[in-house]
């Protein structure tokens, strides 16, 4: 599993993972080419998911890890990112590392970016984390916890502030780099986090450049005012979508994908399932290339 890294280090994260990639593993079949018509820019096929896995307990509230992974296998995705992911973290999940027992009862590889990094609960533990993660068919070629503004729910009279647990990774779709981000932004009924977070993330992805999709538990609808800003950088890939939430009889949809212009939706659903109190969602995208540099030119230097 990868950890977060400091920029001073990512550097040598990057050239270890493309070094491992030759080894790790063939792309996945929903990752061939795509047939196109001649003289038509090359584009592949990615499936994308996203899933608040509610720390691996469903709407019934009983925690069944296996459950959880039964219902990601079912989606069959190239990557899939997910919210509420438990690992060491508390009773209420065993102290499971959920990130490492998802990706190797998948076959997937993983990336884990702690929102909350606490001491061990007993001597001689691991230490409670918690935060969003992205599982991948695909090598990693390059992996990072962002911070964004974040109103901690650990300390009494919280106030915002710049807090990690804003996964990227960079996946290769047939010889195009493609940024992925994993969020779960604020939960309050107060909009001003979310509207915080919403630029800081905008901020992040356009220090990047080609193809970027961005999935999450955005715990506000898409035409939730403090969305707003999101939609022309971005364009959601499910606007006629079915509900989210809760997973039985649910009534919103807070739980989305969002692509840039170089990738473009082919399908989309909602997946009815109790494993969550969530459903998760499933996008079928058509990875156009682009004209890009070097691996290490495609992302600027931070």
Do not use: C
């Not at 079915?242 to 990738?263: F, H, K, M």
């Amino acid at each position: 599993m990868y950890r977060s890294t400091r920029r001073s280090t990512r550097r040598a994260l990057l050239a270890a993972l493309l070094g491992a990639a030759a080894t790790l593993g063939a792309a996945s079949p929903g990752a061939a080419s795509a047939d196109r018509p001649a003289g038509a820019a090359p584009a592949a096929p990615l499936r994308v998911a996203t899933y608040n896995i509610h720390a691996g307990a469903g709407q019934d509230g009983v925690f069944d890890l296996d459950r959880t992974a039964a219902a990601l296998r079912d989606l069959h995705a190239d990557v899939i990112g997910l919210q509420e992911v438990d690992v060491h973290w508390g009773a209420r999940s065993g102290f499971a590392d959920e990130a490492r027992g998802l990706a190797e009862r998948l076959d997937m590889r993983v990336f884990f970016a702690p929102i909350y990094d606490l001491p061990p609960a007993a001597e001689n533990a691991e230490r409670r984390q918690f935060g969003v993660a992205v599982l991948s068919r695909l090598p990693l070629a390059a992996a990072e916890n962002h911070e964004i503004t974040r109103l901690s729910t650990q300390v009494p009279d919280p106030v915002p502030a710049p807090a990690p647990g804003f996964a990227e990774v960079t996946v290769r779709v047939h010889g195009t780099l493609v940024h992925l981000y994993s969020t779960h932004l604020d939960y309050r009924a107060d909009p001003s986090v979310r509207r915080a977070q919403v630029d800081d993330m905008l901020g992040i992805l356009a220090e990047d450049r080609g193809p970027k999709i961005l999935v999450g538990d955005f715990n506000a609808e898409a035409g939730a005012p403090e969305l707003a800003k999101l939609w022309g950088p971005l364009a959601d890939a499910a606007p006629d979508g079915g509900r989210t939430y809760p997973a039985i009889d649910p009534v919103s949809r807070i739980d989305l994908v969002a692509v840039s212009p170089e990738v473009t939706v082919t399908g989309a659903h909602e997946v009815a399932t109790g494993a969550s109190d969530h459903r998760p969602v499933v996008t079928d995208l058509l990875i156009r290339r682009h004209g890009h540099r070097s691996d290490t030119a495609e992302r600027r230097q931070r």
